[in-house]
């Protein structure tokens, strides 16, 4: 009798386990992959159709072909070769977290998409939509570019807009400046005990206008092509 009692028990355990919120519950993909050509998702071939989720690493070969296309909900996001980000979702959008190489976007501006670096990050902007493409060029350096619709550049608070057509060349000195905010009876600039003050660090940055590159042009022509093309996915 006590046997039985046991497994009643355990099997009463088991099933409020899997009935709590958020256990056993398989997590909802972002999107899916639409085209690959050398690209993987954690590590491991990407072949067109597979779900990605929110944590999910992506990447493409060094071969010059390389490539990675998803679509996730109305956007789309693209790495060219040599590239490697990770994929997460922000509140009524996504996110790449490019961490080497060149990732570029498309939305229609019903959700909002941003590519994060540790420089700094680009969002769409606008409800008309937009299509950019981010390049980490150097260590302190990123070129953005806009091919249609206006992106923003945010590095630390520091708003750049880049208008359709224009390209920047965004330079980041990871030596931050201090500036202090005060409350409203201090003098501005002024540092006081510590719990008075907030102290935001910005890096300083310089934003230069620039001709299209060589990658932007793949970029564009790229994205083109397959969304022109009668055989694209």
Known sequence: MRSISHGILAAALLVSVSLAPGSGAAAKPLGSVILSEGGSVDNVNASVGASVFSGDAIGTTQNAAGRLRLRLGVAQVFLLADSNATLSDIPGGVAANLTYGTAGFSTSGAEPVEIRTSKGIVRSKGPDGSYGQV????????????????????????IQTVNDGQSYRVVVDDDPADQTDTDSGGSKGMKK??????????????????????????GYFYYHHLNESPSAP
């Open 193 to 218: 005990n510590a719990g008075d003050i907030r102290v935001r660090r910005r890096r300083p940055v310089v934003f230069y206008i620039i001709l299209f590159g060589a990658a932007a042009l793949l």
């Open 135 to 158: 390049m980490i060029a150097g260590p302190h350096e990123l070129i953005v570019t806009s091919f249609h619709g206006a992106l923003d550049i945010d590095v630390d608070g520091q």
